[in-house]
Each structure stands twice: as C-alpha cells, then as structure tokens.
C-alpha cells in the first residue's frame, strides 16, 4: 500500500459546484496533516492544516479520521481560480527529521 | 523577503554532463529540502538537511549530491546527468520550532539529452 494515496482525478465541475477529494495515508504514526495546492508548472503552496476536530477556512473543509486514517477536504462553491492540483501530505514526525511525504495530487478543473 | 529562490530556473544538459543547482532561503529556516516532481510520480525527496553543515539522504538520492556549508544555502549537484534526471526540481524550507510548513521555490526545469 503507497503511503499516501489520492484520486489522481481530474475533477471536473461547474462553476458553484460542491466539491470533495478524499486521501488515505498507510502510516499510522502519522501526526500531522496538510493540505497543499499546486497550480499549473508552479510550487506547492500550503492551503490548510488539518486537524482532528476538523477545520474550515473561508469555503475550504478539511476533516481527519485517525481511526479510518482517511483525510478530506471539501471545496464549496467552486471558483474557476480554484482549478489546481491538490496534494494530500502527512508527516510522521520523528526527531530531526520532519519529512513531509506528498500524495501525487488530485487534478481540479473548474469549468464556467 | 524573497522567501525561497532557485538558480537557474531552467537549463539544458547532455548526458555526462554536471551542474550545480542553488538553493537560497532568507526566512533563517533550520530544515531545507531538495524534491524532484515527474509526472504520475508526485514529490519525491532526494535530500534534505536539518542544519548548516548536515545532510541526510531522501527516497532517490542516487545520482546527487548535496551540501550546506552556509545556513541559507542547499546546493544539489549531478556529477553525470543522465536522461533519467530530467525533472523539475524544488527546493523548499521550514523552521525547526514547531509548525510543519514547508515554504517552495519556484522550481528548476531541468532536461537532460
């Protein structure tokens, strides 16, 4: 099982449509939790932490399941600006290291 | 602040060929990391350092090299470019005190012929 496994899409929906991409991680020890967004031949850029309580930020939900190991985040009236790739990303936290590793992404495409 | 910055931002090679990619980050960040990213292949680590002077091997670290002799600096270099390192690279940072944010550069495009 891949350490971090996401739909790979691509999403494609309409403007002002709800949208929700699902991630599920292998390791359990895993202690924190991101979110990531890539445009098109640029950087990954943070979008939002995860936590267990579940998180919201503006139209972006992002809730963990620690007992499933099962993260999600969902994307309310969808904008065109909203058209990227979302990267799932764990972190299993052991001393000195701080490594993050990546899910290969869930394409959005946002159409009008 | 400029935040995190790589030199070149694209570049050609023959096989056999070296380079030195450069990595600069202004945010006095302890953690620096080197990513290759190919298609269908997501992230992949190929270095990393958790302080000036330290390095530690990633998930491919075959065919780099990597050094940190000044806090803000990681370079990573390909003695023998071979067409399997065609890639876009990232550098990114973080702080050491808590807080997982990795902060990206911008990418080099990297062809190997």
């Known amino acids: 099982r891949k350490e971090v496994e996401q739909d790979p899409g691509p999403f494609n929906v309409p403007e002002g449509a709800t949208v929700a991409f699902n991630c599920t991680y292998s390791n359990s020890a895993s202690q924190s939790f991101f979110w990531y967004r890539q445009d098109c031949r640029k950087e990954p850029k943070l979008l939002m932490s995860?936590?267990?309580s579940g998180n919201e930020d503006g139209r972006f939900t992002a809730q963990l399941n620690r007992a499933s190991q099962y993260i999600s985040l969902l994307i309310r009236d969808s904008k065109l600006s909203d058209s990227a790739t979302y990267l799932c990303?764990?972190?299993?936290?052991?001393?000195?290291?701080?490594?993050?590793?990546f899910g290969k992404g869930t394409k959005l495409s946002v159409i009008p | 602040n400029a935040g995190v910055t790589q030199t070149p931002k694209f570049r050609v090679l023959k096989t056999g060929q070296s380079m030195t990619l450069l990595c600069a980050q202004d945010m006095n960040h302890e953690y620096m990391y080197w990513y290759r990213q190919d298609p269908g292949m997501g992230l992949r680590l190929i270095h990393y350092s958790v302080g000036e002077g330290t390095t530690a091997k990633g998930e491919v670290p075959d065919g780099y090299n990597v050094s940190r002799l000044k806090k803000q600096n990681f370079l990573l270099g390909l003695e023998s470019a071979a067409p399997s390192q065609t890639s876009v690279y990232f550098c990114?940072?973080?702080?050491?005190?808590?807080?997982?944010?990795?902060?990206f550069g911008p990418g080099t495009r990297l062809t190997v012929l």
């Open positions: 990114a940072s973080r702080t050491s005190g808590g807080g997982d944010t990795q902060y």
């Open positions: 995860v936590y267990s």
């Open positions: 990303v764990v972190s299993p936290v052991w001393a000195g290291s701080y490594q993050l590793t």
